[in-house]
């Protein structure tokens, strides 16, 4: 069951990341809106110009280059699944998925919200050449659907928000795995095992504590090279370096109250001068309790509180920027009935609802599951829907599908349809099925 109660100060920041996706699915739709201005506009050979201009750096006869669009993608998106890493890290070590009951009900909705949106879109694609972006519509945005879900304000429970949070954050990692497994041609494997072994330095610098941010980004950056190199996507360190940092405090709170008990009679000696610092005996106290304040911050969760703003208001309204536009020709709105936009389309509006309930329901009905008492079917239908606005990812799987051209168009235009669908769909749904608007929702079904 999912229950709304937190760890200690896992509220607080649970509903600060809540607030902060709602808030940044506003900057993402306006720079959603942007690129399809600026691309359809008389000035897109600027916005053309501004995809492919390249940017890199020459050592010797040596160079390193790569167009605007593929270092927002292979480059900043690699902080973008950082920062997912560390939340999916979270919730499994100390959040809604960190115990099996907790975690079944949210992923076997993941699980259904993936797998029958991928099967909706291969039955219209089935040897096709556009049967290679299964992996599209089986995503769910989390910022977007946040944000609908904010536009209901006090009537969502707390349940709800859990729920929609832990199934989109294991959705993620269903969709890394994704990428890593199906959307990588080429694997070379010394780059692969340099990629490890610079891995192992850095859990090592991290596991001893070291927190100067220069050390510690070098070993970062040479594995997203080492990885870009082996041909699995760069994203992926994002991913793996995450998971190398720890989400518990290096000490526990007892700790960090019997060096403070211990070391405050020294600063009160010193209370009434100007400066505590003077003595030397009293600038080692001040040292001794910045250092144990530092090991009492998990240092999982004081970066993914950093980097999450990052994340939110720069990484992905960039990412929109460059991925949204899309020149709407008559060619593309004809391929809009095409069976490229259409599977993704039905697989993100019928296949996702319909998957997330489906295998919801399973686990409820086999008791590896319950719902949360302030929840009905109806709301997890309606909820549903919300997962189906696949935006983000759904774009970045698309570029790695189709790779330009004429299909990957006719994909976004899939995604920006079904995702539009699906948002309004579960926001009007949720008008219904939540207190305090419409009839009051009957009770789950036994």
Excluded at 153 to 170: D, E, N, Q, W, Y
Aim: some cysteine; charged content about 10%.
């Amino acid at each position: 069951m999912i229950s709304s109660a937190s760890p200690p100060g896992g509220r607080g920041i649970f509903l600060s990341f809540v607030q902060s996706e709602a808030a940044s699915s506003v900057l993402l739709m306006a720079c959603t809106g942007l690129a399809l201005a600026w691309a359809n506009s008389p000035w897109h050979t600027t916005y053309d110009a501004l995809l492919h201009s390249t940017l890199g750096v020459t050592v010797g006869n040596r160079v390193f280059s790569l167009s605007g669009h593929a270092w927002i993608n292979d480059g900043l998106m690699a902080l973008f699944f950082f920062v997912v890493g560390l939340e999916i890290k979270r919730e499994v070590v100390v959040g809604q998925l960190s115990s099996l009951r907790q975690a079944t009900l949210p992923a076997s909705a993941a699980i259904g919200g993936m797998l029958v949106p991928a099967a909706v879109y291969a039955v219209f694609n089935a040897g096709g050449p556009g049967v290679i972006g299964w992996g599209i519509p089986m995503a769910t945005d989390i910022a977007f659907a946040l944000g609908v879900l904010a536009l209901l304000g006090s009537r969502v429970p707390l349940s709800l928000k859990v729920f929609l949070t832990a199934l989109a954050i294991a959705d993620d990692l269903g969709a890394v795995l994704v990428i890593a497994l199906f959307y990588t041609e080429t694997i070379r494997l010394i780059a692969l095992a340099a990629a490890a072994g610079l891995l192992g330095l850095f859990f090592l610098l991290v596991r001893g504590r070291i927190r100067q941010p220069l050390v510690l980004l070098v070993p970062v950056v040479a594995v997203w090279m080492a990885i870009f190199a082996s041909g699995v996507h760069a994203t992926v360190a994002g991913i793996l370096v995450a998971l190398m940092v720890p989400v518990k405090s290096p000490i526990e709170p007892e700790q960090f109250i019997e060096i403070v008990r211990r070391r405050l009679p020294v600063l009160e000696r010193g209370a009434s001068r100007r400066s505590v610092v003077l003595e030397e005996e009293q600038l080692d106290t001040v040292l001794e309790l910045h250092a144990a304040a530092a090991d009492l911050r998990p240092p999982g969760v004081t970066l993914e509180r950093l980097l999450h703003p990052v994340q939110a208001y720069v990484v992905l309204p960039l990412f929109a920027l460059f991925n949204a536009g899309i020149v709407i020709d008559a060619g593309v709105l004809a391929g809009v009935t095409g069976p490229i936009s259409l599977g993704v389309i039905l697989g993100l509006v019928v296949g996702k609802p319909l998957g997330l309930v489906l295998f919801s329901w399973i686990a409820v009905r086999a008791g590896a599951a319950s719902l949360p008492s302030d929840l009905t079917w109806r709301t997890i239908f309606s909820v549903g829907w919300l997962a189906g606005i696949g935006f983000t990812m759904s774009l970045f799987v698309g570029d790695l599908a189709f790779k330009g051209g004429a299909a990957l168009d006719q994909a976004k235009m899939g995604i920006l349809v079904g995702s539009l669908v699906a948002g309004l769909t579960g926001y009007l749904l949720l008008r219904w099925a939540l207190p305090g608007q419409g009839p009051r929702p009957s009770a789950a079904p036994s």
